[in-house]
């Protein structure tokens, strides 16, 4: 990002909330897929993706979806559980929502900035 007035704490929320929101598209993935047969759940490692949009500067991030081993398979070779994904559901979107909060305090920061500047 080229743009000076993004504060560096503004990039990193802007990768959480793009981690986030890639594990949502995941999730919600899975739950449409819940009557394919053979379909497989995908998810990624949170932690490790966000870790790595840290590390690369977030310019092109794309997360790794990976199977979910360990889960509980249907005849039909499909493994996806509306529990789980229910769970991964409201997880992530109080992830999302926390990430816009601190996001918007800091934009808070930054106007208070801006306008205690322009009274001196």
Do not use: C
């Not at 909330?17 to 899975?30: E, I, K």
């Not at 360990?70 to 990430?99: C, F, I, K, W």
């Amino acid at each position: 990002m080229s743009d000076i007035s993004i504060t560096p704490l503004m990039q990193l929320l802007e990768r959480f909330l793009n981690v986030t929101s890639a594990r949502h598209q995941l999730v919600v993935g899975n739950m449409a897929n819940i009557d394919t047969p053979g379909y497989r759940t995908k998810d990624l490692d949170f932690r490790a993706e966000l870790q790595r949009a840290s590390w690369d500067g977030g310019a092109s991030l794309t997360p790794v979806a990976r199977s979910v081993p360990s889960l509980l398979e249907r005849p039909d070779g499909n493994n996806v559980s509306l529990d789980r994904e229910g769970l991964l559901m409201a997880e992530t979107q109080m992830q999302y929502a926390l990430g816009i909060q601190f996001l918007r305090h800091e934009f808070q920061n930054l106007m208070l900035a801006i306008h205690e500047g322009n009274k001196s």
